[in-house]
């Protein structure tokens, strides 16, 4: 084989791998166990560390951003998600996890009932299904007290799924001493 067709046949493999590359997983590679929809996970066979499937796993995660003006699903949200759903893919059920989730300062909005959010921001609440789906999951979702009385809300105003915490602090400290891992986002 010449140089020439060398160079040929090398710019053809790198062709194809590229364009390999860019198609992407297969259609079946993701997969969104417990919660439909949001949050994909994929199990690799050879992934290290899995979580003990006998254990009860414990998260605190801290959801402090967040833009009311979006009309996509906040991306902490969706990273709770995800966690929950790498959790049951990996052989967790759901019954031993014990996720909580506080929501505060710039993420407020997310939390606001359907009647609420749209008065205030002119569309409809994109985070109340994935709220339905980590609630009916058992993930606890918490508001903190305090960013309330900042933003000007009641709690009359939150999804009914969401419960008012005294406040951010209180609750990261009452669950880092109770052994929950943090996860700030």
Same mark, same amino acid.
């Given at each position: 084989m010449n140089l020439e067709h060398a160079l040929a046949l090398t710019l053809s493999l790198t062709s194809l791998a590229t364009a390999a590359a860019l198609a992407g997983p297969p259609?079946? $590679?993701? &997969? =969104?166990p417990a919660i439909a929809g949001?949050?994909?996970?994929? @199990?690799?066979?050879?992934?290290?560390? !899995?979580?003990?499937? &006998? /254990?009860t796993h414990k998260a605190l995660f801290d959801v402090t951003k967040g833009d009311g003006a979006s009309t996509e699903v906040n991306p902490g949200l969706?990273? #709770?998600? !995800?966690? *929950?759903?790498? $959790?049951v893919v990996a052989g967790v059920p759901v019954e031993h996890l014990d996720i909580d989730v506080i929501v505060h300062g710039p993420?407020?909005?997310? *939390? @606001?009932g359907a009647? /609420?959010?749209a008065e205030r921001f002119g569309h409809d609440n994109p985070n109340l299904a994935l709220l339905e789906q980590l609630t009916k999951a058992g993930v606890d979702v918490y508001v903190c007290g305090n960013t309330l009385g900042d933003r000007g809300? =009641?709690?009359?105003l @939150?999804?009914? !799924?969401?419960? #008012?915490?005294?406040?951010a602090v209180t609750t990261s400290i009452l669950r880092q001493n109770a052994g929950y891992a943090l996860i700030p986002l």
């Open positions: 259609a079946d $590679f993701w &997969s =969104t949001h949050g994909p996970v994929h @199990l690799w066979p050879e992934a290290s560390l !899995r979580p003990d499937a &006998s /254990a969706a990273k #709770v998600a !995800r966690a *929950v759903n790498a $959790f993420a407020a909005p997310i *939390v @606001l009647a /609420a959010y809300y =009641t709690p009359a @939150l999804d009914p !799924r969401v419960q #008012v915490a005294v406040s």
